[in-house]
């Protein structure tokens, strides 16, 4: 059974940085693209960041792009996403989510997801 656990997430001023953790089980990272999503108030969820199981090749959504990093611990079957020079804009509920479309190239895409972890909010404010 897939699970994924996110943690990390908190109150922080604008310009501040935050990781995000997210424990996978039923499933190794070796063999599933991953990523994070994230949904602001108000507004539809949108994707983050994905990397994939083969190479470990990356998507960024543009918003994020120079910010956030995402990386993955195989051995602790954990993804990461580290974010730096946080924005109010950046506020929002992140989700972990596996089993995904993920394409990295002239036409990036990462999207529908098949599992979700519970969100973990991530508040930019002073």
């Known amino acids: 059974q897939v699970q994924l656990v996110e943690s990390g997430g908190g109150l922080v001023q604008p310009g501040g940085s935050l990781r995000l953790s997210c424990a996978a089980s039923?499933?190794?990272?070796?063999?599933?693209?991953i990523g994070w999503f994230r949904q602001a108030p108000g507004k539809e969820r949108e994707e983050v960041s994905c990397?994939?199981?083969?190479?470990?090749?990356?998507y960024y959504a543009d918003s994020v792009k120079g910010r956030f990093t995402i990386s993955r611990d195989k051995a602790l079957n954990t993804v990461y996403l580290q974010m730096n020079s946080l924005k109010p804009e950046d506020t929002a509920v992140y989700y972990c989510?596996?089993?995904?479309?993920?394409?990295?190239?002239?036409?990036?895409?990462?999207?529908?997801?098949?599992?979700w972890g519970q969100g973990t909010q991530v508040t930019v404010s002073s």
């Open positions: 989510a596996t089993d995904l479309v993920l394409r990295i190239g002239l036409a990036s895409d990462c999207s529908r997801p098949r599992y």
């Open positions: 990397i994939s199981s083969s190479d470990g090749s990356t």
């Open positions: 039923g499933f190794t990272l070796g063999h599933q693209d």
